[in-house]
């Protein structure tokens, strides 16, 4: 196991391009020294947020590598091993964790047709060939497969995952999963995905959380889960609504992809506020245009969050 | 533009492999020469019936490299090189281009959420990494994308692809593609994937199929098509039926997955007929049961297909 | 066992209307007329493309009375009872046969989750409460249930059903149905109700065709069909091919719902034809507006349906 | 308006039957006294917990009399009607009314492909064909479209409907329902359907909640609402914990179908506690075989729910 704890806040780290595309890596200094100066409990890089898969192999392991050397320890970093089989999970797990990731997560398998005894070997497999904790991402909507609380814990227990992100949209079964977990004695740290429910997750027992929208107000989400362990629900849901109301930046794009959408609208705040030089993103995605940017940037200086 | 004319028969070929999991490379060079001897058109290495998302990158430049050795130029390969970004898509196919396969195939992003434009651009941008025609592999039952055939024309008229393969089962689409491909004067070979209707599909102009049955029974799909061709749908239409029969094999296993079952059943044909020395499967998919291959067996058997 | 023979082409029956909404008798009448001078088979009243959804019960039964009264036992008439229970079903129906409906169709159930068991027994107690033929309308984008080819056939073998219309889009399951239908004797009357590949689906072995197109262009679809009993196959993809481009008018209209799109583009062109006097669709749908229209008749006249 | 406030425990009542599957109007007297007895603040009346589309109008109408009856005015009842076309809506919603319904909720259109300006239309024209307040019953799961926030609060601010049903199971999509709502001034009364989460829902700002699983525990989702509604969070997640448990009775029938798995669950512990007398399906449901009820049992036995 590793030194470290996961719970908490775990920021999806977006990955800052230059107007280039390249991989702008003085920006993600100041992303990652944002969320640590934030208080942020842990990173997660190379997830959905990240654009994993708009990547090359090679900057993702640059990446691992300079969030690693940027953090130099501070919090536990978990590193987004995406590939499209055991093997090649494997291989690239092993060069994040050579770049100094603490952890590794990865997906159900994303092309093939399984049921859930061979998800189970799937990960399994995966665990055999990395030295480190490895978490399960959950995230239905984009593998189309949904890991169950069953087998989640069933893994746990076998000591395969330490962990789950669960991004799974799916609160019957988080719920099931935390009571599965606490009755099989707590074998894994689970997270939510879903950013606009923290205040939620956290009044029925996740661990953390893992919210893209910390990528440009971390603070709050901070605030949020501190007061939440200290019982003080009334702050945590003011906290939420404050985040939330500035989420709707992620509903202005209209006629964009999902995932245009989502960290387009995150990187144009980023930008507006400082944190990264460009709103670029990665191909074939193209960025927001000036309209759509300007309509965010309204929500964020409304709310206080920009001047 | 390759050499090759790309039409008819072109199977996507299994990968056998040694009881403990390994590739079997004599049982590769088994098959191929029974594809070849059968009269097929083409090769389809590393398809979803080739198990490309269970394997290694290593092996899977190992068997392009296998299967051209042994094909010796006779006929036109097309290797897959699905993957998770267009970055790595390019990584893979240049390898297996250097290997010795003629033309790559590959589908629309697998994780990603994009809108239509996204997807012609990730197209654009792997045929930009690549020196060998490009074929788009329709699978929304994997990918959970449908390539409209708008789009394919539209990238077939640019000359970023030289093909299609359909396994979107939506005759309809594929009905209107073959009109628009018309219409633009043919800038694509269109194949199907629907190994029961190609009988059909040769009527209403496919150029060729990649049949998953044509691993352990080529030979009909041959005549099928020379039937076909030769504009005698009574011939194709009495083969087709008799594929059909057979291919009731992959319904026989009960309660697996789609990927233990269809390959699964395919191995055991093909075990039986001795083209393939073992029906291992690629872990985590585990093999079929006795019972289950002694009830493919009997299928076969009563069809005159084995003895 | 009804006295009619079904078989051939089997127009889906528009619901035409007044500009205020109320059905359009005296256009019914026509439409009817033109369907059966056109050599059609038989008529389906009532199905998606009737609109059977958007009306009261009252009015489908007048439409069932009215199509009966004025066919005279001409054709056969099979009419939709699409309700939300099995006994609102059998409630609707017989109030249809007593109208002059000489079969009845209807789907699997629309609301509930339930098991092939359970499917299966919804036909069989359906078919308990009515006196004439029930023919199994399968069409899973409507109430997203595919009946499985042996359902089917085993619900033929017991007489439940009499026949099928495959709206499925799922033409490897088409087949199967059409194998297990001839090994058991011919149980079933298979149609197709996929307008675009009646040429293909004769080869194959359908005993017919519902095409909603039939609405405007009923004659080619009779000399497709005739072709193709003929053996006549490349008359029968020409006509298909004439159909299909006529077709495209249901591709115009824009960022509209699926069921404004199809039905509203029939309509248009049999106002264009003068087969019915006026466009307008059964609320909450609206009417395609003046370009999209403009842009149908030019289609249809650049084909030399409409002058 | 109502005179009637919605709010709190709602539960959708289950339709007891006699073992001949007619409508068990006694155990139904005995039902909403135990119900009423347990503090709940409303019923509805034939939801998918009702078995809204197993049954035949006359029942549906005859199960909302006896309901009126024995309710006696006590609290507010709101009757689902749920039929294929607005006309049909508001015919069985009028009868329902006329028998003692407070309040109407409906689905978006169940068959029918459209968008969400028709979705919008459909609930405007039952609106208008009615003199009660109308709910919308946000249920994709059966009906297959989602009804977005901002049509909900749209329809809200228009008087079209008074509140909301929210079986999505999209906690991020409630969240911003919530959100809207409140800065629309709430015009609707918002429920959740997710029986597992009511205290997640009452801290984040849920009206009330429908659970199916207070048919047989009622009274700890009245102790559940209460303790929210006092700020005291520790004993609403408490009781939240003591419903999950006992809900572990809907895990429990393996290879039934959803319809079959959930009702038949909850009328075994319901005749168990004696509410009922009899746990008959409606057909073509089939109730839950001897093995399965005896684990079912066991469960409330464990948790002291029975002796």
């Known amino acids: 196991m590793s030194k470290h704890v996961y719970h908490g806040i775990v920021p999806p780290v977006v990955t800052p391009l230059n107007a280039d595309g390249t991989v702008n890596f003085d920006d993600l200094t100041n992303l990652v020294e944002y969320l640590i100066a934030s208080g942020v409990h842990g990173l997660f890089a190379l997830g959905s947020t990240g654009q994993v898969c708009y990547l ?7 990446i691992v590598r300079h969030i690693a050397k940027v953090n130099a320890g501070r919090v536990p970093i978990i590193a987004g091993a995406m590939e499209v089989s055991p093997q090649t999970v494997i291989r690239t797990a092993n060069k994040m964790i050579e770049a100094g990731a603490d952890s590794i997560v990865t997906t159900a398998p994303m092309y093939t047709i399984n049921d859930e005894a061979e998800v189970a070997d799937h990960f399994r497999i995966i665990k055999a060939g990395i030295s480190v904790p490895l978490f399960a991402y959950d995230i239905p909507v984009r593998v189309h497969k949904k890991l169950s609380p069953k087998l989640l814990v069933q893994l746990g227990k076998e000591g395969v995952i330490a962990g789950v992100k669960d991004s799974s949209g799916d609160d019957v079964s988080f719920r099931r999963l935390l009571a599965y977990n606490e009755a099989a004695g707590k074998p894994l740290v689970l997270f939510t995905g879903h950013e606009m429910v923290v205040d939620a997750m956290a009044l029925i027992g996740a ?6 929208a910390a990528n440009y107000e971390a603070a709050a989400y901070v605030r949020l889960w501190d007061a939440a362990k200290a019982g003080d629900y009334a702050t945590a849901v003011k906290e939420q609504k404050f985040i939330n109301d500035l989420f709707e930046v ?58």
């Not at 090359?56 to 640059?62: K, P, T």
């Open 56 to 62: 090359s192999e090679e900057d993702r392991v640059a």
């Open 250 to 307: 992620v509903f202005v794009p209209a006629g964009r992809s999902g995932d245009a959408t989502g960290v387009g609208a995150f990187k144009v705040v980023m930008a507006a506020r400082g944190i990264i030089s460009s709103a670029t993103m990665t191909a074939p995605l193209k960025g927001l245009d000036a309209e759509t940017t300007a309509k965010i940037e309204k929500i964020a200086r409304d709310l206080g969050v920009i001047s």
């Open 207 to 212: 661990d953390g959380a893992v919210p893209g």
